[in-house]
């Protein structure tokens, strides 16, 4: 209400001062600005989904102390490292912070307004100097306050959703990135032992031809095989050296030295079990976007209540001095309100219910998407799964069987050179196509764990803790 430094008369001040200090705790409420406990909450779900802690607590690595940059990486480490290094994660861990001050100030009642009056007479003779003050407080944001402080506080754990989001796709960016690094190690180990594999043969042919068995054409068709499986093997590396540099890019040293490998042993993971009826639970159990998108919708809708209790704009009361060139002072009581006759804010009403409507319809669009992405990434993995198994046990196998018959009539000479390259063509490209559906199926399971949200095991019960996760 009132706080000012001119002489009130007893009687008015006592008991304005109870209502004044009421209206400062109000005014000033119990919110913190510490955005703590909501990094916590973030970095809480991220750990749970993916098994690393972010150490969002510290700051990022100025320098590799972490890993050493030429020991195999492992895919643990790529991902604590990611987490806590990437730039673009840590600049929207820091919107948490900013949508934390916005809650605060939803909180808050506007400060009071203070007007002073000084008139000098144009006549001195007939007239003197009037000094006035006056304070008028706002108490519009009284009735404001709640759906304001709904409205920023479901903006806050949107906020906390959209990070933990976020660095749930940069975990499976890291996870399929490490996955390809490994199956490129072993596509260019593959394309060595097939280069091996053909000179052995070029080898023999040059003996045959020397021996009077075969042609200069024979050794010019198996020395094209090898220039061909070459030019093969150098894409790979370069590949390879591509997905590399983007790893160091993650991880947060773009500039350090690319000359390392990964280690392969996480490769192997566990057959898929999961049907799709448990995968559609999952998506809608688990999904931070679709949680995200329900905070939205309910911050649009907090601020259609507050639009609604709006039509009433401004409601001022407070405390107006004034003093005479005479000495005479006054005191009285001061009102002001806005009158709605021109804007009776049904404009704004219609816009924000509007805007809550189309919240909720984006809601449930991002739900509905949500299940038809983890079906279809099901769908991908079993899919990949079947067709793996059955080329290894099939195509694959029969490849390698007819090389070695290749090879013993070529020596008995119950066939012609053109078989046997024919056959080690088959083997070569069926090893390679083998690494290739193995790579695929491993990330079609890192999909499949990035579009139910992040884990693809039911969660387990909360334990007692002062951690909690974000509100689904």
Known sequence: MMFQRFKCPPHFTRPMAPVALALAVLAGGCASLDPKADIDRAAHTVTDRSGVAPGWDGPWEASLTTWDGRSPLTVELALGMALRNNRDIRSEVELIAASRADLVQAGLLPNPVVGLTLRFPFDPVSGGTFVGAQLVQSFTALWL????????????????????????????????????????????????????????????????????????????????????????????????????????????????????????????????????????????????????????????????????????????????????????KSIGPVVELA???????????????????????????????????????????????????????????????????AEAALKAGQADVTVLLDAQREVIEARRTLNDLERDARLARVALEEAVGGRLAAPEPAKASGAQGPSL
């Not at 219609?350 to 079906?375: D, F, I, N, P, Y």
């Open 339 to 405: 009158i709605p006759i021109f804007d009776t804010n049904e404009a704004q009403i219609a816009k924000a219910g509007s805007m809550a409507r189309a919240a909720l319809a984006t809601h449930e669009a991002v739900a509905q998407r949500a299940v038809r992405e983890a079906r279809v990434a099901w769908i991908e993995l079993d899919s990949a799964a079947r067709l793996l198994e059955q080329y290894r046990t099939t195509v694959l196998a029969l490849s390698e069987h007819n090389l070695t018959l």
């Open 145 to 328: 306050r709640g759906g304001k402080i709904r409205a920023a506080d479901a903006r806050l754990n949107q906020t906390v959703l959209d990070v933990s989001d976020k660095a749930l796709a940069l975990v499976a960016e890291v996870k399929a990135l490490h996955t390809r690094i490994a199956f490129g190690q072993r596509a260019v180990a593959l394309a060595e032992q097939n280069l091996a594999t053909i000179q052995k043969s070029i080898n023999s042919l040059d003996a045959r031809v020397r021996g009077g068995e075969g042609t200069t054409l024979d050794v010019n068709r198996a020395r094209q095989q090898l220039a061909k499986a070459d030019a093969e093997r150098v894409v790979v590396m370069r590949e390879l050296a591509k997905e590399r540099r983007r790893m160091l890019e993650l991880i947060g040293f773009a500039a350090e030295n690319a000359d390392w490998a990964v280690d392969e042993g996480a490769l192997v993971s566990a057959p898929q079990t999961l049907d799709e009826a448990t995968v559609i639970a999952l998506a809608g159990s688990q999904r931070l976007d679709v949680a995200a998108s329900r905070s939205v919708a309910l911050a649009l809708s907090a601020d259609l209540s507050v639009e609604q209790r709006s039509r009433l704009r401004d409601l001022g009361l407070g405390a107006d001095f004034e003093r005479s060139e005479s000495g005479d």
